[in-house]
């Protein structure tokens, strides 16, 4: 009763609770809600469609095995990027372990094939770039800022840092984006 | 007065206002199966915790070198390996070098402490040497002195050669 108050302005952690007692519409409903906001955080920070569906369905499993010891403790949306940035980092740290002639071409051509394979402008592209070179907790800090929207305090709970530490990554990240681009934009 | 860094608008310069239209933009939609791909990947028993540990515990495949067994059965053969290569002359050089190092060492510490006069400094051991190995000239006889000193060798019987120093060094 009490979580169900807690939760009127975030009704996705509504569903998670009604998934948690065993109403599993409600997990296609957070499905339904989230898969796009997580695929293009994910494909912002990869660069590859099939790696970020992968991650994507990932995150929705890993959150499906939560569901019965789920309490609404913070937003859903902190909760559910948490898990997203655990996956994302496993995944940098699983590729840079990776030997590269232990490389397959076929997952190289995977990289641009499907929809990776659209035709970028010559903006989009650098933008696509200098993205790219931001460090992981500049770029991902960025992404929730901007694409996802979150609060500073919101990105600070999901990154596990403190706000005047968010603060700091986002403003030089957007320091190093105006050099990179500034002959561009 | 307000920190500027606690408004989001000063994120919102110009300059960059491009790139932030272009990340803001959905590029990619997920695919249209998601949720009966999620669904499917949950009707698999999920693994326990006895597996979950196997699998930690599992080689990693990456991590193979296809040429260990290669480098294993070159590293058994190691000793012919090099020693193919050298002239026979050579396995010698070391043990001698090291000797004569340690020769060089010994006299230059003797004669660099206090001496009485006239007194006759040699080898402990360098009488015996000389007496069981008469062929051998005085430098020689020195340094097989010295290494028998180091080895605490009793038998000299042994070192009939030069050649037969090596084995002190083994």
Redesign the interface.
């Given at each position: 009763m009490e979580d169900n108050e807690k939760t009127d302005s975030d009704p996705s952690a509504q569903l998670m609770l009604q998934l948690r007692d065993g109403d599993e519409a409600a997990f296609?409903q957070i499905?339904?809600r989230w898969?796009?906001p997580?695929?293009?955080f994910f494909?912002?920070s990869l660069s590859s469609?099939e790696q970020?569906?992968d991650l994507?369905?990932m995150v929705?499993?890993r959150l499906?095995?939560a569901a019965p010891k789920y309490e609404h403790r913070a937003r859903f949306s902190t909760y559910l990027f948490q898990i997203a940035r655990r996956l994302l980092i496993n995944e940098f740290r699983r590729s840079q372990?990776?030997?590269l002639d232990?490389w397959d071409p076929t997952e190289l051509h995977a990289i641009t094939s499907g929809?990776d394979h659209?035709r970028l402008t010559e903006?989009?592209e650098a933008?696509e770039q200098?993205?790219k070179k931001l460090p992981e907790n500049h770029r991902t800090a960025?992404?929730l800022?901007?694409?996802q929207e979150l609060s500073?305090q919101e990105i600070a709970n999901i990154m596990e840092a403190s706000e005047s530490a968010v603060?700091t990554w986002?403003?030089r990240a957007?320091q190093f984006?105006?050099q990179e681009?500034?002959d561009l934009? | 007065m307000k920190d500027p860094?606690d408004t989001?608008e000063q994120?919102n310069?110009p300059?960059?206002l491009?790139?932030?239209q272009?990340?803001?933009r959905?590029?990619?939609?997920?695919?249209a199966n998601?949720?009966t791909?999620?669904r499917a990947?949950?009707q698999k028993p999920?693994a326990s915790l006895d597996e979950s540990i196997d699998q930690l515990l599992q080689q990693d495949p990456?991590?193979n070198d296809p040429r260990m067994v290669w480098k294993v059965r070159a590293e058994l053969a190691n000793e012919p390996m090099a020693d193919n290569s050298s002239p026979v002359w050579y396995r010698w050089l070391s043990p001698l070098a090291a000797a004569a190092t340690l020769t060089l060492a010994f006299v230059s510490f003797q004669s660099s402490g206090p001496r009485p006069a006239g007194t006759d400094v040699s080898l402990p051991l360098q009488a015996s040497v000389e007496s069981s190995l008469p062929d051998l000239d005085s430098e020689m006889t020195q340094i097989i002195a010295l290494a028998s000193n180091l080895e605490g060798m009793s038998d000299l019987s042994k070192l009939e050669s030069v050649e037969n120093l090596a084995f002190l060094f083994d």
């Amino acid at each position: 009763m009490e979580d169900n108050e807690k939760t009127d302005s975030d009704p996705s952690a509504q569903l998670m609770l009604q998934l948690r007692d065993g109403d599993e519409a409600a997990f296609d409903q957070i499905v339904e809600r989230w898969q796009s906001p997580l695929i293009n955080f994910f494909y912002r920070s990869l660069s590859s469609y099939e790696q970020s569906e992968d991650l994507t369905q990932m995150v929705f499993v890993r959150l499906y095995r939560a569901a019965p010891k789920y309490e609404h403790r913070a937003r859903f949306s902190t909760y559910l990027f948490q898990i997203a940035r655990r996956l994302l980092i496993n995944e940098f740290r699983r590729s840079q372990r990776k030997p590269l002639d232990s490389w397959d071409p076929t997952e190289l051509h995977a990289i641009t094939s499907g929809q990776d394979h659209q035709r970028l402008t010559e903006l989009e592209e650098a933008f696509e770039q200098a993205l790219k070179k931001l460090p992981e907790n500049h770029r991902t800090a960025i992404l929730l800022l901007k694409q996802q929207e979150l609060s500073y305090q919101e990105i600070a709970n999901i990154m596990e840092a403190s706000e005047s530490a968010v603060k700091t990554w986002i403003f030089r990240a957007r320091q190093f984006l105006k050099q990179e681009l500034k002959d561009l934009v | 007065m307000k920190d500027p860094m606690d408004t989001p608008e000063q994120f919102n310069d110009p300059e960059l206002l491009p790139f932030d239209q272009w990340l803001n933009r959905s590029r990619v939609q997920p695919p249209a199966n998601l949720l009966t791909r999620v669904r499917a990947h949950l009707q698999k028993p999920s693994a326990s915790l006895d597996e979950s540990i196997d699998q930690l515990l599992q080689q990693d495949p990456d991590l193979n070198d296809p040429r260990m067994v290669w480098k294993v059965r070159a590293e058994l053969a190691n000793e012919p390996m090099a020693d193919n290569s050298s002239p026979v002359w050579y396995r010698w050089l070391s043990p001698l070098a090291a000797a004569a190092t340690l020769t060089l060492a010994f006299v230059s510490f003797q004669s660099s402490g206090p001496r009485p006069a006239g007194t006759d400094v040699s080898l402990p051991l360098q009488a015996s040497v000389e007496s069981s190995l008469p062929d051998l000239d005085s430098e020689m006889t020195q340094i097989i002195a010295l290494a028998s000193n180091l080895e605490g060798m009793s038998d000299l019987s042994k070192l009939e050669s030069v050649e037969n120093l090596a084995f002190l060094f083994d």
